[in-house]
């Protein structure tokens, strides 16, 4: 299996940017399709992006602001988020599937793999 270790999160001001990164280890993380996901205070976990096999997908609220990238050489997903809202905050999760059946990408279910968390602030 493979463990997932988030990082970058913080306290940024409203309009600012982040990166967070999901660093893999235990498998070959290129085998892998990665997700990130995001859990506010009272809020359901839901879906940000994903990077699939088959491309990039994002939840609407975060299109054109967020951006996933992967570098296997570093077995590390990448999540640049711009252009940051009060409301973009919350503990953001990235998972990882080795599944390659189907997959829309954006589905708590799809990911039996997920990193412990990072915590996202942007104020106002």
């Known amino acids: 299996q493979v463990q997932l270790v988030e990082s970058g999160g913080g306290l940024v001001q409203a309009g600012g940017s982040l990166r967070l990164s999901c660093a893999a280890s235990g498998r070959t993380f290129s085998n892998y399709a990665a997700g990130w996901f995001r859990q506010a205070p009272g809020k359901d976990r839901e879906f940000v992006g994903a990077?699939?096999?088959?491309?990039?997908r994002y939840a609407e609220s975060v299109k054109g602001r967020f951006a996933i990238s992967r570098d296997n050489t570093k077995n590390t997903v990448y999540l640049q988020m711009n252009s940051l809202k009060p409301e973009d905050t919350a503990v953001y999760y990235c998972?990882?599937?080795?599944?390659?059946?189907?997959?829309?990408?954006?589905?708590?279910?799809?990911?039996?793999?997920w990193g412990q968390g990072t915590q996202v602030t942007v104020s106002s």
């Open positions: 998972a990882a599937t080795a599944d390659r059946r189907g997959n829309t990408g954006s589905q708590i279910y799809e990911y039996p793999y």
């Open positions: 990077i699939l096999w088959s491309g990039i």
